[in-house]
């Protein structure tokens, strides 16, 4: 149901963006997360686009990444600048919604390798 | 909001009843949701809501707390339960995950 591209190899200090496509349902009335996981590392949240356009950002990337959707709301996008050998990483997307009895990242897409090296 | 998983590993037999806990820095009511991870996967939802079972989810994956201190169950495990299990809250940004908890074959 969410599918991410975009991911590839580039040097530092070189900018990225990131696609993830929504199928089968459009984020309005959902917010939309980016979590990362480092090689061998555990996971870390990166951003949330929340359901009335409001923006999140881990310090670790806040000033450097922009999160954003297409007027659609199908499509989430993750606009990396300025990136680091730190930021390799795959890159997953989730839809962060209300559930029952809380709140909820699910789905989560398949995921797409950055790699960021000389 | 830090949190802190115990055991970082854990070895167990297939049919063992097994206990991970997530440790909060400070309260987060029940904002909390556990997931599984197999390499080269993308995280699965177990648990959300502290102990409300995600759809799909066998019961035999329990969870359980409030406030700072909380528990996944595992009542009999199954082959395909060895994996990485991560804790994370969603009480306040930046969310933040649990550093993982290896599940290895005994």
């Known amino acids: 149901q969410l599918l991410e591209s975009g991911g590839h190899l580039v040097q530092p200090g070189e900018s990225l963006r990131l696609s993830c496509a929504a199928s089968?349902?459009?984020?309005?009335?959902?917010?939309m997360s980016w979590v990362r996981q480092a090689p061998g590392r555990g996971l870390e949240w990166v951003s949330t686009?929340?359901?009335?356009?409001?923006?999140y950002y881990a310090d670790s990337v806040k000033g450097r990444f922009t999160v954003s959707s297409d007027r659609s709301r199908t499509t989430l996008y993750l606009q990396m600048n300025s990136l680091r050998g730190d930021d390799t990483a795959v890159y997953f997307c989730?839809?962060?919604?209300?559930?029952?009895?809380?709140?909820?990242?699910?789905?989560w897409g398949q995921g797409t390798l950055v790699t960021v090296s000389s | 909001i830090q949190l802190t998983q115990s055991p970082s590993s854990l070895s167990a037999s297939v049919g063992d009843r097994v206990t991970i806990t997530c440790r909060a820095s400070?309260?987060?009511?029940?904002?909390l949701a556990w997931f599984q991870q197999k390499p080269g996967r993308a995280p699965k939802l177990l648990i959300y809501?502290?102990?409300t079972l995600q759809s799909g989810v066998p019961s035999r994956f329990s969870g359980s707390g409030s406030g700072t201190d909380f528990t996944l169950t595992i009542s009999s495990l199954q082959p395909e339960d060895f994996a990485t299990y991560y804790c994370?809250?969603?009480?306040?940004?930046?969310?933040?995950f649990g550093q993982g908890t290896r599940l290895e074959i005994k």
């Open positions: 994370q809250q969603l009480n306040s940004f930046p969310i933040t």
């Open positions: 089968g349902f459009t984020f309005s009335g959902y917010a």
């Open positions: 686009l929340g359901t009335t356009g409001g923006t």
């Open positions: 989730a839809k962060y919604s209300l559930g029952a009895s809380g709140r909820l990242f699910d789905p």
């Open positions: 809501a502290a102990s």
């Open positions: 400070q309260g987060i009511s029940s904002d």
